[in-house]
């Protein structure tokens, strides 16, 4: 039962990935003057709802324990708040990596959309605390 529930997110979400991909390429293809800071370079609102999506449906697999999903969502928050402020993961958004000899190292996939790919962090968070909202206000009494 979990992994077919597994299997239909990563089916639902193929759509919202596809229609992410073909923004970026449309972007790219038509020169479209897009902001690179609030995502990065190829990485959009689509990609991060598709990533949290099959996230939050991985880790509901491994941990099935649906009304306890705003313990993993605090959990998920504290731990990537840390990352941020005390482990230089605020450092490396905001000025990428840094090469050998401390020069800027701008190639790669995961550089260019750093912001937007470490994002979907907090909004896995930030999704698991609304679901579990929504569990408790909609539960039958």
């Known amino acids: 039962s979990r992994i077919k529930n597994l299997k239909r997110s990563i089916q639902s979400s193929a759509v919202i990935f596809i229609i992410g991909v073909t923004r970026s390429i449309l972007i790219r293809v038509l020169d479209y003057d897009a902001?690179?800071?609030?995502?990065?370079?190829d990485w959009n609102f689509f990609l991060?709802?598709?990533?949290?999506?099959?996230?939050?449906?991985?880790?509901?697999?491994?941990?099935?324990?649906?009304?306890?999903?705003?313990m993993?969502?605090?959990?998920?928050?504290?731990?990537?708040?840390?990352?941020?402020?005390?482990?230089?993961?605020?450092?490396?958004?905001?000025?990428g990596f840094l090469g050998w000899g401390g020069h800027d190292y701008q190639d790669g996939i995961f550089n260019a959309n750093r912001e937007g790919i470490c994002s979907s962090i907090g909004m896995l968070s930030l999704y698991l605390a609304g679901l579990s909202l929504g569990t408790f206000l909609f539960k039958k009494r």
Do not use: N, R
């Open 48 to 70: 991060t709802l598709a990533t949290v999506q099959v996230m939050s449906s991985l880790l509901l697999c491994i941990v099935p324990v649906f009304k306890h999903a705003w």
């Open 72 to 95: 993993l969502s605090i959990g998920i928050g504290v731990v990537y708040e840390i990352m941020l402020s005390k482990f230089g993961l605020f450092d490396l958004l905001e000025d």
């Open 35 to 41: 902001s690179q800071s609030e995502y990065g370079a």
